[in-house]
């Protein structure tokens, strides 16, 4: 286990150079997540024979990408980043991947839940664009999209970030001296393998179109929930509740909560319409 212990001593999350610019591993896990959660949902489409094209498919997958980078990079700043007036002032820094002493670092700091915001607001646009049933494309990609969060999850493990708590465990991995959980891989193994095998199983017992994206908010925020447990709360923020409760889990409980209210909603009302 001792090299597993200090893995990140002997791995550099520097990929390789492109051009005198650094490409990481997290950036490759990334294109990875999202390459594999539309051939994902593309297999999906074939094998159930559902009414959706791939060219559909495909430009469907350009609005929410585009709204789950912009939902995520604002999410960050709105809900975790301490200095967020700063940004009304110089809003370009959002996106501005050098840091102070002009070092290219990418762009840091990403929100999973302002992601989520982003992705329904792509698909609100996309079924505005190509009147798409709604409910249909969200249920394809919340099937498939968890296979994208597994190498999302490895991306943030080999970028070393996203840290887990401390632990004396012998499945830590050193950070900085202290040996902490390898947090992100519970994640990949919770919000990624978990979540897509309920969704793939409960994908043909739906009761009506739009339920599985329901069934995944609730399915992901209690697997976010329970690994952030493990997982050590933002530094700037700390835990929020009773000495235990981090941002990301207060968030995932309002997602489970809105989750199952919806479900209640739009499951009455399926009943009422077959009645």
Do not use: C
């Not at 990481?24 to 094209?53: F, Q, R």
């Not at 839940?113 to 607001?121: D, E, K, T």
């Not at 493990?230 to 997602?255: A, C, H, N, T």
């Amino acid at each position: 286990m001792d090299f597993w212990n200090h893995i990140y001593s002997q791995f550099d999350p520097v990929a390789f150079s492109l051009l005198g610019f650094p490409v990481h591993w997290y950036g490759l896990m990334y294109v990875l997540a999202l390459l594999t959660a539309l051939y994902a949902a593309k297999w999906i489409v074939k094998k159930d024979a559902i009414d959706l094209t791939q060219k559909q498919l495909d430009d469907y997958f350009i609005y929410v990408e585009i709204g789950v980078i912009l939902g995520a990079r604002l999410g960050y700043i709105i809900f975790y980043d301490p200095n967020a007036g700063a940004y009304w002032s110089a809003p370009w820094q959002i996106f501005n991947p050098y840091n102070a002493a002009g070092e290219f670092v990418g762009i840091r700091g990403m929100s999973y839940h302002g992601a989520v915001i982003g992705f329904f607001i792509g698909s609100y646009l996309f079924y505005r664009r190509y009147k798409v049933p709604m409910g249909r494309v969200l249920d394809v990609a919340v099937t498939a999209i968890p296979v994208g969060y597994i190498f999302g999850r490895i991306g943030n493990f080999l970028n070393q970030e996203l840290v887990g708590r401390a632990t004396e465990l012998p499945i830590g991995i050193y950070v900085d001296g202290v040996l902490r959980h390898p947090s992100q891989l519970y994640e990949a193994l919770l919000e990624g393998l978990a979540v897509f095998v309920i969704l793939y199983m409960y994908r043909l017992h739906k009761r009506f179109e739009g339920e599985l994206v329901l069934v995944y908010g609730f399915a992901y925020g209690l697997a976010r929930f329970v690994a952030e447990f493990w997982r050590e709360p933002d530094v700037q923020l700390g835990f929020i509740y009773g000495g235990w409760m981090s941002k990301g889990q207060e968030l995932s409980l309002y997602m489970m909560i809105a989750a199952v209210a919806l479900w209640l909603y739009f499951r009455r009302r399926a009943l009422h319409v077959n009645h």
